[in-house]
T-cell receptor
Framework: EAGVVQSPRYKIIEKKQPVAFWCNPI?????LYWYLQNLGQGPELLIR????????DSQLPKDRFSAERLKGVDSTLKIQPAELGDSAVYLC?????????????FGPGTRLTVT | GQQVMQIPQYQHVQEGEDFTTYCNSSTTLSNIQWYKQRPGGHPVFLIQLVKSGEVKKQKRLTFQFGEAKKNSSLHITATQTTDVGTYFC?????????FGKGTRLHILP
C-alpha cells in the first residue's frame, strides 16, 4: 500500500513569493491533515479535512494561508505571500475512515526555506 | 501555545538502559497517541490510548494513560540503537489534537 505522498520535498523561495504544496493521502482515507513543524518542535495542526469539508481550520493563518481539497482526495496548501517565519517542514497526514479518532499516517513532508 | 507538556526534552542513555518520557496535560484528554520520529524522518504512529488507567505493551515499549486522563508515559526497556529518535505524545481535547514538543532520545553505545 502506498503511503502519503507529498511534493515537492524541498522548496526554496524568496519572501513575498507564493508557494504551494501538494498531498495525496492513502487511498480510502477520508481524513486529511496539514501540519507545520519547526525544528525541535512538535507538529502544529493547520487544518483538518473530513472528505472535502474543512472541519478545523482554527489554526490556519487565513490572511496568507489557504487550503483546498476539492474532490475529497488530494489537497493543496498555499502560502501567499511567504514570510521568513514560514520556513519550516509542512507535513500532510491522513487517517482511515471510521468512528472515533484514528491513527495518523504522515507523509515525508515539504521543507520550505524562505530567504 | 502548547497545552501538552512533555518531559524531558532530551535524554541520553547508555545502550541497554531504560528510558521513560512523560506527557502532561492541564485538562482531561479524550485519548492520547504516541508517535516516533527518526532524525530526518516523519512521525510514525506507535499507539493510541483511550481508557482511564490503560496500559499497553509493544515488545520493549510500555504505554500508560493516567487514571485522570491527564498524563501518559512511554517506557522503553533495555534501549537499543534503533530506538534513537524523538517521541511525541499527541492529546485529543475538544476534538482538537495537540502534539507535545517531544523527547529526543540519544543512545550512547
Amino acid at each position: 500500500e502506498a503511503g502519503v505522498v507529498q511534493s515537492p520535498r524541498y522548496k526554496i523561495i524568496e519572501k513575498k513569493q507564493p508557494v504551494a504544496f501538494w498531498c495525496n493521502p492513502i487511498s480510502g482515507h477520508n481524513t486529511l491533515y496539514w501540519y507545520l513543524q519547526n525544528l525541535g518542535q512538535g507538529p502544529e495542526l493547520l487544518i483538518r479535512y473530513e472528505n472535502e469539508e474543512a472541519v478545523d481550520d482554527s489554526q490556519l493563518p487565513k490572511d496568507r494561508f489557504s487550503a483546498e481539497r476539492l474532490k475529497g482526495v488530494d489537497s493543496t496548501l498555499k502560502i501567499q505571500p511567504a514570510e521568513l517565519g514560514d520556513s519550516a517542514v509542512y507535513l500532510c497526514a491522513s487517517s482511515p475512515s471510521g468512528t472515533g479518532y484514528r491513527e495518523q499516517y504522515f507523509g515525508p513532508g515539504t521543507r520550505l526555506t524562505v530567504t | 501555545g502548547q497545552q501538552v507538556m512533555q518531559i524531558p526534552q532530551y535524554q541520553h542513555v547508555q545502550e541497554g538502559e531504560d528510558f521513560t518520557t512523560y506527557c502532561n496535560s492541564s485538562t482531561t484528554l479524550s485519548n492520547i497517541q504516541w508517535y516516533k520520529q527518526r532524525p530526518g524522518g516523519h512521525p510514525v504512529f506507535l499507539i493510541q490510548l483511550v481508557k482511564s488507567g490503560e496500559v499497553k505493551k509493544q515488545k520493549r515499549l510500555t504505554f500508560q494513560f493516567g487514571e485522570a486522563k491527564k498524563n501518559s508515559s512511554l517506557h522503553i526497556t533495555a534501549t537499543q540503537t534503533t530506538d534513537v529518535g524523538t517521541y511525541f505524545c499527541a492529546g485529543l481535547r475538544d476534538d482538537k489534537i495537540i502534539f507535545g514538543k517531544g523527547t529526543r532520545l540519544h543512545i550512547l553505545p
